[in-house]
């Protein structure tokens, strides 16, 4: 359908959207922006961190968030050579294990893909691009299809580390390559409901997101050479940026989530890749550039925008890195400090949630363009490997996953 038609038909589609969006739980909170909506909690932690309520020891490994939906903790994991999904009680009773697929077969095979659940049902991916769509109620596999062999999608490093998307009727994924960069699913039997044109490109580890640009939708994704716009409906290309050619110095490893607000788009990457504020058209039917940034260099922990300001860590190399603050008008660096060491942010309730990568601390931050105010930090002991996967707030709880390891906190102010 032409865009501009669309206008006109546009406000019974965003009410339905957001009645969906109410009952999406997925990677990175309800907008994937890495926000979540709970409120009354802590400002302050006492110098033990806030209260555990919940501990697991002895889960399947992986670097993927766990989601809680309607009571029952959802988490991946790996399996011997297998991803499998877990649902379980906050008591420790499991539900049901379900195999999903195969898991990436070289380094770091840990299960890299949140769950995305909407009403009772689950999307999920696995390692080796199986997309799956379970009963959350049984993980009964409802249907599944391969989308990497089936579009003949091409591999990067570190295999398929997409947390799938949905949209009011389908579910995105992107097996990235020579036929396409993304097609979109039926959610109900997993029909193929449309292909992107191919930009030549392989896959990054990018978790698409879908926002609306002055009443159109639009899916924001990366591949391991563009950002990219495309429309839900039919999957038009709208818009592509080249973000390698002419900033970056070496490799690009994309891994961020891209960040909109107001008509712009943010993009960051690790390895000394400068970040980029791309700014759309009227229509969304182009970009350009309006500043770039060689301070705020992600590595893989996701950023967030709070009332102006940008916050993330960024990449000095694969084992260090400083916490940042950028101006999202401007791109100027409002502070670089120091705090162990690079890792993961989420934001909830005028806080930021911190977890660093290497040691495992965490840390609640008050967000402030002026310095980095800590208001609290404990240590996970629990668990082994990297401390990779993001954090997530559900009902007033923390959920900290390490590895094989998941604790969660009452972070409530009671």
């Known amino acids: 359908m032409n865009r501009i038609k669309k206008n006109l038909l546009c406000l019974l589609p965003l009410i339905f959207l957001t009645s969906l969006s109410a009952q999406v739980v997925q990677f990175r909170g309800p907008d994937r922006n890495g926000h979540f909506p709970d409120n009354d909690l802590l400002q302050e932690w006492p110098r033990e961190g806030p209260k555990l309520l919940a501990q697991f020891t002895d889960l399947n490994p992986g670097y993927s968030s766990p989601v809680y939906y309607k009571e029952v903790i959802y988490i991946s994991g790996l399996k011997d050579s297998i991803n499998a999904l877990t649902a379980m009680k906050m008591d420790g009773t499991v539900l049901w294990e379900t195999s999903y697929g195969n898991a990436w077969e070289r380094s770091f095979p840990e299960t890299r893909n949140t769950p995305t659940n909407e009403n009772d049902r689950i999307y999920i991916s696995s390692g080796m691009g199986n997309v799956v769509c379970m009963d959350s109620n049984n993980g009964k596999i409802l ?184 101006d999202w008008d401007t791109g100027k660096v409002m502070y670089e400090e120091k705090w162990h060491n690079k890792g993961s942010v989420i934001y909830a309730d005028n806080r930021l949630y911190i977890y660093e990568e290497k040691q495992g601390h965490v840390g609640l931050v008050e967000p402030d363009p002026s310095g980095f105010k800590l208001k609290g930090d404990f240590l996970i002991k629990e668990g082994i490997g990297p401390h990779w996967a993001h954090l997530g707030i559900f009902d007033s709880m923390l959920f900290v996953r390490h590895g094989s390891a998941l604790m969660i906190y009452d972070i409530k102010e009671h």
């Open 143 to 326: 249907w599944e299809t391969n989308t990497h062999e089936q579009f003949k999608g091409e591999f990067h490093n570190w295999g398929y580390a997409e947390s799938l998307v949905l949209t009011d009727n389908a579910v995105i994924s992107s097996p990235t390559g020579k036929q396409t960069v993304m097609v979109a699913l039926d959610k109900v039997n997993g029909r193929l409901l449309w292909k992107t044109e191919s930009l030549g490109d392989v896959r990054s580890y990018v978790s698409p997101v879908l926002v609306n640009h002055k009443g159109e939708n639009m899916i924001l994704a990366v591949t391991s050479k563009h950002a990219l716009g495309v429309d839900p409906e039919d999957g038009t290309i709208l818009w592509k940026f080249d973000i390698v050619t002419n900033f970056t110095e070496g490799r690009r490893n994309n891994t961020i989530t891209p960040l909109y607000h107001n008509g712009e788009i943010f993009i960051t990457c690790g390895y000394d890749a400068q970040a980029l504020m791309l700014q759309l058209s009227d229509d969304g039917n182009s970009v350009s550039l309006k500043w770039t940034n060689d301070v705020l260099d992600t590595h893989h922990g996701g950023v967030v925008l709070v009332n102006g300001y940008i916050y993330g860590s960024n990449w000095i190399n694969n084992g260090n890195g400083n916490w940042v603050c950028l």
